[in-house]
Each structure stands twice: as structure tokens, then as C-alpha cells.
């Protein structure tokens, strides 16, 4: 049987029925499904299931893996795709809960090939469920409960039956001691990923019986834990990891990184950055006992870097392939070092390090010419020579970060869009740049991403030329440009059908004639529209028509949308899984027929809603409560609305987020 791997599917069993012809009579199976895995497109493969029968039962039993936005198609998806389902991603079905949780298990009953669940933030889902999980899946090798607030020791002991587990992300679990780590490492010996960041009661206990228990471990996740230079001696005792992050880790210092000087050079990637308590000669030891490192993160830790630190970096000379130094003090000179002692980086982070130069940038590139992503974030002493001297040695770069370099200017850009054609990423937010730096960038037909934030001078001109040649482009941020007007979006839309995510944030010359353009964007995922003073609800129902895949919208400080605009969202938009509408111009029945309506609607932001009276806030929570997981409410609402109420949102695991934030005009 051929295996297909299958990409996200949003679930829906609203479909036409397919056509009464049956190519599986002259088709085997197999041989259709070989023809659906050739099919890039999702919605394409889709489109597929509808031309037979044949080609409907060859997805049926070859899907793969099965992504479900919605909780009222998830038993019924189940039982359809049980066959060979593998891999299921509920992180983005609102309301599921034990109950809902363990039905749709049972849909599958005797049939279940699951091998990796992911339940990220369904708060709702707790011991009981798991337990279904692992009765009703013995094949069971990953389980994501990452975000899961609530999840705690009880929900660890059941996944502890899972012995045939292998990887399981617990981040930010925040009822997590060291009782429930305990379980899985005595359950789970087998372990080889784990991920515990932010479990903030887990102690050295916790991790010491860990590294007893698993000792297959490979990546270990232990950021902003607790710990003490102890679990650092433990972790060491791991012969095969391989990947360790542990970021923030505050009580861990030089004496603890000496630990891991002394182990069997297993180590290919460890991220010590914000560990406030070491320095220099803790990091040393790190690659003087690591020699086959290939990624190094050391960033945000303190000040200055030793000499010692960088010439050590010759020991890796071999093997290191990135290197992050975010937040420090790195002259030309120790650029040049790593230039001569790590020439087959692929990827250099400097991101606020004020004091890097031209003559540093030079000196790096000139033998690291391997580079592909360059982050220059803040690096506020760049001028055009750093650009010249990238684009005349970097040939293969495909991302450039440069966020608030404010000396570079047109002309610097000029040569990385004639020298670096691979680039698909650049960043160039709060930089001194015109149109005719787009002109430069257009060259690259290979971007995906072009960031413009701030970036006063950029007018419909620039945007009409990306157009006409990045038509592979899927982000971009347009903050504050505020010269760009209808026209300007006209091109994009024309011209970059792809763009999944569009930021136009305060480009306050944009109208409703703008957004008739942006709904042609049939792609389009994520769309900001923060404080466009001139759209009204006209404008939004079209987005909301044109714009059916969309998913996370913000319309904060929209001041002319009203009702209007929510109606249509609630009737088109039923994938819209994020909204903000603080300071907008809604009632409470716009706001009640939203939260009620929209299936998928996980997160709201409701601000300075001064049309809707508090008896519409309580009747609109009541109705989205089970599905909604984070929320923003002025602080003034929270001793107005029923106890009983916000006792509900926090039991199905609703992080609210009380503000306090006097009503402002639109600045």
C-alpha cells in the first residue's frame, strides 16, 4: 500500500456528492491515491474527491493526517479517515472537551493507526480524555498538550500509560510538579523529544529522576525552569541528547555549564540565551566539551564577550552551522574571527548588537559566504557599505533581517536585489527607504516575506512595482505607510494572489475602495486593519464575502464599523478563529450574534465597546464561553459581570486579560 502523507485539512462534510462514475474499476486504489499525493494543492485534492467514488474511498483510507477547525464535523471526520489516520491536530477546534473528546475517540473504536495527537491549547481537555487517548490508541507516539494551562500532574499520570510514547510537549502546563514528570518518566522510559518550558513548579527532583528514567532522550526543552546548576549535572548524564534549550534558566551558572564540558560530544544544539548568570567562561566550556555543535545561541546573557570565547569557536570550525549573539558587544575584530574560524555558517545572529560596523559586517561575510539568514535587527551603525558587502559575497541569502538600521538607504538595497536572488525573506521595519528601494527589491521573485513597517516614504509606486514580480509573496506588513492608498493595494491584489497575511495597520488613506481590492485575495488568512479611520462596514462585508479562508482579523479602532460589518463576518466568515473590535461602533446585538454565531472563535479583544451595555457582554460570553480561550476585557467589567460567569471562562481554561486603559481618540 503506498503511504501518502497528507497536509493540514480544514474539516467540513458540507461537500457536493461525488459523480456516479467509479474509476476503481479500471484504477486500483492505491494507484488513485498515488494520483492525489501529486496534487500540491489542498484545495485542489480536494476537488479531486468530487470527480468519483474512487477517488473518494483512495483519500479515505490513504489520508494520513487530518487537521479539524470545527467540533461539530469531528466524530463524523473520525470515523471516516480512522483507517489510516496517523496524525491529528485538534489545536485549532474550539470547545472540545473530555466529553466531546472521548465520543469522537469512540467513532474509531478498533480502528485507530494514531501515531501523533496534537490537543496545544484545548484547555478543556483533561484526564478523562487522555485516558480515552491512550485506551483507544496503542500505537500512540507524540502528544502535543503544550498551552494546555491547566493540564497538571492527574493528566501526566494518564498519559504515563502511554509506553510507546516518544515525544510529548508539556510547555507552559502550569499544574505540572514534580509528581506528574515523575509518571512520565517512569511510564514513558522511551522518551526521545520533551519539551517542559514554563512548567514553573518542576524542580531538580523532577529533572534528576527524568535523566535516570529516560535515557533515550535526544531534545529536552527546560526553559525559564527553576533549576539549579544540579539539574545541569543530571541533564549531563544523557548520552544521547542531542538538542537542549534552556533559556532563561536564571539560576543556572558558569559551575553548572561546566557539567556539560564533560560528556560524550552527543550535543548538536543548545540555546543558553537570557541565562543571566553565566559568562564567558561557561560558554567556553560548553564548546570545549561539544566539538560537534552546530547550533549556538548565547544571546542576551550579559554585556561583553571575552576573547577567549571567540577564538574557542575555531574548535567547531567544522561543525557549526548557526550562531546567535542577540544583545552583545561584538566589535570588528571578533566578527572577524568567527569569519575565519566558522566559515560554513549558514546562519549569524547579531540583533541588537549596537556596537557592529560596516567594517565588522565585511569582515564576516568575506569568509563566511555559506551566510543564508543574516539577522542585523537594531544594529543602528549600518550604513550602505554593510549591504554592498553582503550582496557583493552572500549569494545564497534568503533572509535579511534589518529592523531599524535607520543609515541604510535606496541605494544599499540596490545590491542585495541585484546580487541576492534566492531572497525570500527581508525585514526592512523603521528603515529610511522610497519606492525606488522596491524598484531594487522587485528583482527578487523569490520573496515570501517583505516587511515595510514604518516605512514613511513608501507610496502606491513601490507597491505597483513588487507587484508586477514578487508574485510568490505570502506576508506583508505595510505598518504606518501612511502614503499607500487604494491604487497601491489594487496592484497587490493583482499582482500577489498568494499573500496569506497583509498588515495595514494606520495607513489611514485606505477606504472601503481599498478592501473591495484586498477581497480578491482569495488566500488571505490574516488581515490587520488597526485604526483605518475611513472603512466602514461596507468595506468588511466585503472582506468577509471575498476572503473565506480568513482566520485572525483586527479591526480595533475602526471607528465606522458597526453591526453591519460584524453581521457579515458572522455569515461568511466561519473559520475566524481571532478577532479584535475594541473601540469599534457595535451594539450588543452585533456583538451577541458574533460571539454566538462564529464557530471557530477562540480569542477575542473587547475594549472600550461603549454601545454595548453590560447585560449584552454577559449574554454574548454565555453564549461563546465553552469555546473561547483567551480574552480582553476593560477592568472596570470585571466586577459587573456575574462571578458565575468568569468562573465558567476560567474552568474551561479562558486566560481573561483585565485592562485598564482609559478611552483614548485614535492617535
Request: charged letters at 25%; glycine letters at 8%; aromatic letters at 6%.
Given at each position: 500500500m503506498v503511504s501518502v502523507p497528507r497536509g493540514d485539512a480544514e474539516a467540513t462534510m458540507n461537500r457536493p456528492r461525488p459523480c456516479d462514475s467509479d474509476m476503481s474499476t479500471v484504477f486500483s486504489l492505491d494507484l488513485l491515491a498515488n494520483i492525489l499525493d501529486r496534487v500540491s494543492d489542498p484545495r485542489d485534492r480536494k476537488s479531486c474527491r468530487l470527480v468519483c467514488h474512487g477517488f473518494l474511498r483512495a483519500e479515505e483510507i490513504h489520508r494520513r493526517s487530518l487537521r479539524v477547525l470545527r467540533l461539530e464535523v469531528l466524530p463524523g471526520l473520525l470515523r471516516r479517515y480512522a483507517a489510516g489516520l496517523e496524525c491529528l491536530d485538534l489545536s485549532a477546534c474550539p470547545a472540545l472537551d473530555d466529553r466531546a473528546f472521548s465520543a469522537a475517540l469512540a467513532a474509531g473504536a478498533g480502528q485507530w493507526r494514531l501515531r501523533s495527537v496534537s490537543l496545544s491549547r484545548a484547555s478543556g481537555v483533561g484526564w478523562r480524555g487522555l485516558a480515552a487517548l491512550v485506551d483507544a490508541c496503542p500505537r500512540l507516539e507524540a502528544v502535543d498538550l503544550s498551552h494546555c494551562v491547566g493540564v497538571g500532574d492527574r493528566e501526566a499520570a494518564a498519559l504515563a500509560n502511554a509506553a510507546g510514547l516518544r515525544e510529548l510537549r508539556l510547555d507552559k502546563c502550569l499544574g505540572l510538579t514534580d509528581v506528574g514528570l515523575a509518571k512520565v518518566a517512569v511510564g514513558c522510559a522511551g522518551l526521545e523529544k520533551l519539551g517542559i518550558k514554563w512548567c514553573l513548579e518542576i524542580s531538580d527532583i523532577g529533572i534528576d529522576l527524568l535523566a535516570k528514567k529516560c535515557q533515550d532522550l535526544k531534545e529536552l526543552d527546560i526553559s525559564y525552569l527553576k533549576?539549579?546548576?544540579?539539574?545541569?549535572?543530571?541533564?549531563?548524564?544523557?548520552?544521547?541528547?542531542?538538542?537542549?534549550?534552556?533559556?532563561?534558566?536564571?539560576?543556572?551558572?558558569?559551575?553548572?555549564?561546566?557539567?556539560?564540558?564533560?560528556?560524550?560530544?552527543?550535543?548538536?544544539?543548545?540555546?543558553?540565551?537570557?541565562?543571566?548568570?553565566?559568562?564567558?567562561?561557561?560558554?567556553?566550556?560548553?564548546?570545549?566539551?561539544?566539538?560537534?555543535?552546530?547550533?549556538?545561541?548565547?544571546?542576551?546573557?550579559?554585556?561583553?564577550?571575552?576573547?577567549?570565547?571567540?577564538?574557542?569557536?575555531?574548535?567547531?570550525?567544522?561543525?557549526?552551522?548557526?550562531?546567535?549573539?542577540?544583545?552583545?558587544?561584538?566589535?570588528?575584530?571578533?566578527?572577524?574571527?568567527?569569519?575565519?574560524n566558522c566559515k560554513n555558517l549558514a546562519k549569524i545572529g547579531l540583533s541588537k548588537c549596537q556596537s557592529v560596523t560596516d567594517e565588522g559586517i565585511f569582515e564576516l561575510v568575506a569568509n563566511c559566504v555559506h551566510l543564508t539568514t543574516i539577522d542585523l535587527t537594531c544594529c543602528h551603525l549600518l550604513t550602505d557599505r554593510a549591504l554592498i558587502s553582503i550582496g557583493d559575497q552572500c549569494k545564497k541569502l534568503r533572509c535579511l533581517r534589518l529592523e531599524s538600521c535607520n543609515l541604510i538607504t535606496d541605494k544599499g538595497l540596490e545590491c542585495i536585489g541585484t546580487c541576492c536572488s534566492s531572497l525570500e525573506e527581508i525585514d526592512l521595519t523603521d528603515c529610511s527607504l522610497s519606492s525606488t528601494a522596491m524598484k531594487y527589491l522587485s528583482q527578487c521573485s523569490k520573496l515570501v516575506v517583505l516587511k515595510l513597517g514604518l516605512c514613511y516614504m513608501i507610496s502606491d509606486e513601490g507597491l505597483v512595482l513588487l507587484a508586477s514580480n514578487c508574485k510568490k509573496l505570502r506576508e506583508l506588513d505595510l505598518y504606518r505607510c501612511v502614503e499607500i492608498t487604494d491604487d497601491g493595494l489594487a496592484a497587490i491584489a493583482?499582482?500577489?494572489?498568494?499573500?496569506?497575511?497583509?498588515?495595514?495597520?494606520?495607513?489611514?488613506?485606505?477606504?472601503?475602495?481599498?478592501?473591495?481590492?484586498?477581497?480578491?485575495?482569495?488566500?488571505?488568512?490574516?488581515?490587520?486593519?488597526?485604526?483605518?479611520?475611513?472603512?466602514?462596514?461596507?468595506?468588511?462585508?466585503?472582506?468577509?464575502?471575498?476572503?473565506?479562508?480568513?482566520?485572525?482579523?483586527?479591526?480595533?479602532?475602526?471607528?465606522?464599523?458597526?453591526?453591519?460589518?460584524?453581521?457579515?463576518?458572522?455569515?461568511?466568515?466561519?473559520?475566524?478563529?481571532?478577532?479584535?473590535?475594541?473601540?469599534?461602533?457595535?451594539?450588543?446585538?452585533?456583538?451577541?450574534?458574533?460571539?454566538?454565531?462564529?464557530?471557530?472563535?477562540?480569542?477575542?479583544?473587547?475594549?472600550?465597546?461603549?454601545?454595548?451595555?453590560?447585560?449584552?457582554?454577559?449574554?454574548?460570553?454565555?453564549?461563546?464561553?465553552?469555546?473561547?480561550?483567551?480574552?480582553?476585557?476593560?477592568?472596570?467589567?470585571?466586577?459587573?459581570?456575574?462571578?458565575?460567569?468568569?468562573?465558567?471562562?476560567?474552568?474551561?481554561?479562558?486566560?481573561?486579560?483585565?485592562?485598564?486603559?482609559?478611552?483614548?481618540?485614535?492617535?
Open positions: 533549576i539549579s546548576n544540579r539539574s545541569i549535572n543530571s541533564i549531563s548524564s544523557l548520552g544521547k541528547l542531542e538538542v537542549l534549550n534552556m533559556v532563561g534558566c536564571s539560576f543556572v551558572d558558569d559551575e553548572g555549564l561546566q557539567f556539560l564540558k564533560h560528556r560524550n560530544n552527543s550535543l548538536r544544539s543548545i540555546n543558553i540565551s537570557r541565562c543571566e548568570n553565566v559568562t564567558s567562561s561557561g560558554l567556553t566550556s560548553v564548546i570545549e566539551g561539544n566539538s560537534g555543535l552546530q547550533k549556538l545561541n548565547v544571546g542576551d546573557c550579559f554585556p561583553e564577550l571575552a576573547s577567549l570565547f571567540f577564538s574557542k569557536l575555531n574548535d567547531l570550525k567544522d561543525s557549526l552551522t548557526v550562531l546567535k549573539l542577540d544583545g552583545f558587544q561584538v566589535s570588528a575584530s571578533s566578527l572577524k574571527i568567527i569569519g575565519l493583482a499582482g500577489c494572489k498568494k499573500i496569506q497575511k497583509l498588515n495595514l495597520c494606520y495607513c489611514t488613506k485606505i477606504t472601503d475602495g481599498g478592501l473591495r481590492h484586498v477581497s480578491r485575495l482569495e488566500e488571505l488568512r490574516d488581515l490587520e486593519l488597526r485604526g483605518l479611520c475611513h472603512v466602514t462596514s461596507s468595506g468588511i462585508a466585503k472582506i468577509a464575502m471575498g476572503c473565506r479562508h480568513l482566520s485572525e482579523l483586527d479591526l480595533k479602532r475602526c471607528n465606522l464599523v458597526d453591526d453591519g460589518g460584524l453581521f457579515a463576518l458572522a455569515q461568511y466568515t466561519e473559520n475566524l478563529r481571532q478577532i479584535n473590535i475594541s473601540y469599534c461602533s457595535i451594539s450588543g446585538t452585533g456583538l451577541c450574534m458574533l460571539l454566538g454565531t462564529l464557530k471557530c472563535l477562540q480569542d477575542v479583544k473587547l475594549v472600550h465597546l461603549s454601545l454595548v451595555p453590560i447585560e449584552w457582554f454577559e449574554i454574548a460570553l454565555r453564549a461563546s464561553y465553552e469555546k473561547l480561550k483567551k480574552l480582553k476585557l476593560l477592568i472596570g467589567l470585571r466586577n459587573l459581570l456575574s462571578p458565575l460567569l468568569i468562573e465558567k471562562l476560567h474552568s474551561r481554561g479562558c486566560r481573561i486579560r483585565w485592562v485598564e486603559k482609559p478611552f483614548a481618540a485614535r492617535r
